[in-house]
Structure formats: structure tokens, C-alpha cells
């Protein structure tokens, strides 16, 4: 199953947005393989990892334990930059609300031919809000 890694665990190799594909799970740790990139096929063991609310009410503090992953069968443009994929598909049937994310968006891949939109009626709109600029 395709994951995105939630959290910096290892500074180059396993960074918060890497792909990974699961090859094993136990109890305490899942055995991962990247999927892209400069380290793509290196397999790795990813244990269970202590979160803390930091804005809690109560005089204690809570933890749980839990695996830094997300499913990966979409991800947002935020996400994507700095990706390379083989194909991707872009939903622009809401307006890009950001400067240059459309860019992000179709730069992701180096051919043409590999991506797929989805717009309405084949336009989408880029809304710029000139009180910011």
C-alpha cells in the first residue's frame, strides 16, 4: 500500500512527504521500501512514535503511540512540490487559491502527455487577490 511519511525520522532519507510502500507490519515497527526519489528501494524499519497534544485543558498529559503514515493514493500540491512523479491528475474544478500552485502542480512531471485535468467545462480559474499583492 502507497504511505507518505507523516514526520522527519531520519534527515535525508526518510523526511516528512516521503512515499513508501508497506512490505511489513509488525506490532512495534513497519518495515518500509521508498518509493522515489534518490533513495527509492532502500527498505527501512519505522517504529511506532510517543504524540503529545501540546493544547490540552487537563493538569496531565495524554500519549499514544502511533505510526507516522498516511495513506498515499492522493496527495495536495503542498505535498507534491519537490515530488517527481510518472503521472499525475489535477482536480481544478475548485479555484487554485495560491500564486505559482498551479505551476507546482503541472511541474511535477517532465512530460505533457502525463497529465490528466479535471476542470468544468475545461477551463479553470486562477483567482488573484490584488489587496494582497
Known amino acids: 500500500m502507497p504511505m507518505i511519511l507523516l514526520r522527519s525520522i531520519k534527515l535525508q532519507e ?6 513508501c510502500i508497506i512490505h511489513n507490519c509488525n506490532r512495534h515497527f513497519v518495515e518500509v521500501v521508498i ?25 496531565f498529559q495524554f500519549e499514544r ?27 481544478l474544478r475548485q479555484p487554485i487559491f495560491a500564486h ?3 505551476y507546482v502542480a503541472l511541474s ?3 512530460k505533457e502527455d502525463s497529465i ?10 486562477n483567482e488573484v487577490y490584488t489587496e494582497v499583492l
Request: include cysteine; aromatic fraction near 6%.
Open 35 to 59: 518509493a522515489a526519489g534518490i533513495y527509492s528501494g532502500q527498505h527501512h524499519s519505522i517504529p511506532r512514535i510517543p504524540l503529545r497534544p501540546s493544547d490540552t485543558m487537563f493538569p
Open 65 to 91: 503511540k502511533q505510526f507516522p503514515f498516511r495513506p498515499c493514493f492522493a496527495m495536495t500540491i503542498n505535498k507534491a512540490q519537490g515530488q517527481t512523479l510518472k503521472v499525475i491528475g489535477i482536480d
Open 100 to 102: 505559482g500552485m498551479l
Open 108 to 110: 511535477r512531471t517532465g
Open 14 to 19: 526518510l523526511m516528512n512527504g516521503t512515499r
Open 116 to 125: 490528466t485535468t479535471l476542470s468544468s467545462q475545461g477551463l479553470a480559474r
